[in-house]
């Protein structure tokens, strides 16, 4: 028994991942998907609001990270590896994701403030929390 429970314990733990996950920043994702559209680290560094340095750097630290070359460089622009495709792949998600979360928040911040029920405690008296619906200004 006590066997079975570890194991069961152990498959909801999610698995350790391979490289620091702070080392993945989206500014960085947003640029590999603007250099696999445009082609070029200038025109994706313009496109960020990045200077070509930066943005090169910020590429040369995201290979690292992962252990593979993104891009093709070549005289006539960037190509994709296997590597970096699979990267864009995933960065589509993660700032759709992303940016579902920060419209989720946003409309939740518009939204009032769920009730809380009055439980009869001593100290919510003459609070918002403790006036029926109907009473509420």
Known sequence: MKDAAAGEAESRTPPRPLINPARIDLVSLQLVLECAARGSI???ARHSHLSVMGASERLRRLENALGKPLFHRHRSGLALTEAGA???RAATTILLVVNGLVHDVAAAQSSPP???PNTGRAGNAGTRDSQPVD???
């Open 42 to 44: 200038s025109a994706a």
């Open 86 to 88: 699979a990267v864009t």
């Open 114 to 116: 769920p009730m809380r």
């Open 135 to 137: 009473q509420l200004h």
